[in-house]
């Protein structure tokens, strides 16, 4: 240890000094790396001041260099993406490529090489948290993914450091700007799935390839990402229970409507005791039917918002641009910044705490309230029928609402908070009934 209690590992950074310039490899020239570049460009005298030299970008990797020919200077433009990373007078890579195995390679060789990374990747934060975590730890230089959660939207860095002295209990909210944007054209127009996907696709906000947003793929890292940090364990995306809207009919968005509720798609992190008494973690994606009188039912077109509930601060709620270029790049600057004070200065943001490593709960032993909706026989004794088998597993109903049809009914049953594993039984004995002709559909509710 040195006198002032630092560690005198060669791989301490000290800080190169006020005033020197700090080098950004850009890897990817995208529709979010194209506005890094912009930004970084525009306001570069502003972002000198804030962090104490200037950012100065070294060099631009594409895959394919002919695309970008027009768009970036040619002297920055390079299809040699771990050249540019090893060069001594790159400090900061800043990855916005998206997928998982090749930008992981370039990552890790990046922290290898002692150079701090930001990160626009969720898909790759969600695979290899702790991996990346402890790259950046034995180099001991930043690792940033503030986009990669809810784009312009500051959550991941309010998680870790605004909120670090509190007890996180969830966090849940719409992470993924395509599918709100869908739901909510859906729900307000009327028109339908394909028309409104194209349209999101038009602006910017889907993915390159969109299954990863109407299957809940992006929400499900999004979500394992937020777990990660607010519960200090890593979770991983296959740790995340995901159902995409891609079921979801004009009929359901109609019932649902007609019941005063809208359908959005929720990313719910939670943290709590299981029947055992043991505390566990849980993340889901999948839609979900929320109260008109929601907050987050009013959170229209590609917006996010993000609930955060702690112990001692109570109920936060974030809300903004979940996803396009400016904003989503207007994070990585964010990081930028960050990464480049401490290059400047010398130090290092927190990293990723994983020290609680708590267990990943089942989705069978998850708690939520149900919405079901199905038709039956319209005779007596049915309803007792079906009231018996929720009884029979525990579930307590709170709504019972019949619609007449022809020569049926259709009932909707909304129920208090129950096991998702003991709903499921119920389902498997209610399709057992000879009175009931379907299960129409069975949504979560959260109010
Ligand atoms: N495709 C994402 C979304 C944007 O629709 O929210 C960035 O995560």
Redesign the pocket.
Known sequence: MTDHGKPSSPQYNPGKGEGSPVGIALLGHGTVGAQVLRLMQEYSDELEHRIGGPLEVKGVAVRNMEKHRDSVPAELLTDDAFGLINRDDVDIVVEVIGGIDYPRELVLAALKAGKSVVT?N?ALVAAHYQELGDASDESNVDLYFE?????AIPVVGPLRRSLAGDRIKSVMGI???????ILDGMDSTGADYDEMLAE?TRLG???AD?T??VEGY??AS?AAILASIAFHTPVYASDVHREGITNISPEDIKAARAAGYVIKLLAICERFNNEEGQEVVAARVHPTLVPRSHPLASVSK?F?AIFVEAEAAGRLMFYGN???GAP?ASAVLGDIVGAARNKVHGGRAPGQSTYANLPIADFGEVYTRYHVDMSVEDRIGVLAEIAKIFTNHGISLRTVRQHQGEDHARLILVTHSAREKDLEDVVEELKQLEAVRGIESVIRLEE
């Open positions: 626009a969720k986009a990669a959660v809810a784009a992470v993924n700007g395509t599918t709100n944007f999101a906000y889907a993915e969109p990863a947003d992006d929400a999004k590609s996010n979940g996803a396009g989503t």
